[in-house]
């Protein structure tokens, strides 16, 4: 395939969740340059992957056959440091802007920001192994940046609307993307080296756990929208609350 065409099979899987995720933003939509500008923040965030992991990479030496260290290599070395170089991003800058005004915006800018790190990344995954790959993760790794983007979102939306919680809701935020990240990364990881057959079938229950999760939180944060009464759209508009339910509403 030449180079536009691979160029347009790296992008498509992240533009298009990103589309998906803006359009499921029912009753009151963020401008299109604050996420386009979300996106962009999501492919700065590969950078500072990069720069945490470089010496994290050189003062711990993990071994590929060992399925100890590989744990370690999924849920620190890779989960962690690239689900806390987003929520750097989504935490500390698109939390306080203004537009983020109601629950479901977390998952917006959380998704927008992950989808520009899982698009970089795609990009170079596709210009070094070319066309199978491109197709493969189009099904699987960006997909499941999209899930850690949701669960991570999820619960921001609810630190921001729920400020005597907030500092433990960010930090459920960031354990709950690099749980589900680490857990997907780590089945990858071992499959190689495994003598179990099929257990990379565990990278994809991982994926579709954080699939059914990300569906049912976006579900609940369009029923807490303050903005529904406002939407003529909606028959019988209840209440307007701030209250996004429990954490056991997941």
Same mark, same amino acid.
């Given at each position: 395939?030449?180079?536009?065409?691979?160029?347009?099979?790296?992008?498509?899987?992240?533009?298009?969740?990103?589309?998906?995720?803006?359009?499921?933003?029912?009753?009151?939509?963020?401008?299109?340059?604050?996420?386009?500008?979300?996106?962009?923040?999501?492919?700065?965030?590969?950078?500072?992957?990069?720069?945490?992991?470089?010496?994290?990479?050189?003062? /711990?030496?993990?071994?590929?056959?060992?399925?100890?260290?590989?744990?370690?290599?999924?849920?620190?070395?890779?989960?962690?440091?690239?689900?806390?170089?987003?929520?750097?991003?989504?935490?500390?800058?698109?939390?306080?802007?203004?537009?983020?005004?109601?629950?479901?915006?977390?998952?917006?800018?959380? /998704?927008?920001?992950?989808?520009?790190?899982?698009?970089?990344?795609?990009?170079?995954?596709?210009?070094?192994?070319?066309?199978?790959?491109?197709?493969?993760?189009?099904?699987?790794?960006?997909?499941?940046?999209?899930?850690?983007?949701?669960?991570?979102?999820?619960?921001?939306?609810?630190?921001?609307?729920?400020?005597?919680?907030?500092?433990?809701?960010?930090?459920?935020?960031?354990?709950?993307?690099? /749980?589900?990240?680490?857990?997907?990364?780590?089945?990858?990881?071992?499959?190689?080296?495994?003598?179990?057959?099929?257990?990379?079938?565990?990278?994809?229950?991982?994926?579709?756990?954080?699939?059914?999760?990300?569906?049912?939180?976006?579900?609940?944060?369009?029923?807490?929208?303050?903005?529904?009464?406002?939407?003529?759209?909606?028959?019988?508009?209840?209440?307007?609350?701030?209250?996004?339910?429990?954490?056991?509403?997941?």
């Amino acid at each position: 395939m030449n180079i536009p065409g691979l160029l347009a099979l790296a992008l498509a899987p992240g533009v298009a969740i990103a589309l998906y995720i803006y359009l499921k933003d029912k009753h009151e939509r963020e401008p299109l340059g604050l996420l386009l500008l979300s996106f962009i923040y999501g492919a700065l965030s590969t950078l500072a992957t990069t720069i945490i992991s470089i010496p994290v990479n050189i003062l /711990v030496i993990t071994q590929p056959d060992s399925v100890v260290d590989q744990f370690y290599n999924a849920f620190f070395k890779v989960a962690l440091i690239e689900e806390f170089s987003k929520f750097i991003f989504v935490r500390f800058i698109l939390y306080f802007n203004r537009n983020f005004n109601e629950p479901f915006d977390g998952i917006v800018y959380a /998704v927008m920001v992950s989808m520009g790190f899982a698009t970089v990344e795609n990009v170079l995954y596709v210009f070094h192994y070319g066309l199978p790959t491109g197709v493969l993760r189009m099904f699987t790794a960006v997909p499941a940046h999209a899930t850690f983007g949701v669960l991570m979102g999820y619960f921001i939306g609810k630190a921001k609307f729920s400020p005597a919680n907030g500092l433990f809701l960010s930090f459920f935020a960031l354990l709950t993307a690099t /749980v589900f990240h680490g857990s997907y990364d780590y089945f990858w990881f071992i499959s190689g080296s495994s003598h179990w057959a099929g257990i990379g079938l565990g990278a994809i229950a991982s994926l579709f756990a954080g699939f059914v999760l990300s569906r049912k939180a976006i579900r609940l944060h369009q029923q807490a929208s303050p903005f529904i009464a406002q939407d003529p759209k909606t028959e019988e508009a209840p209440e307007a609350t701030n209250d996004t339910g429990d954490l056991k509403d997941l």
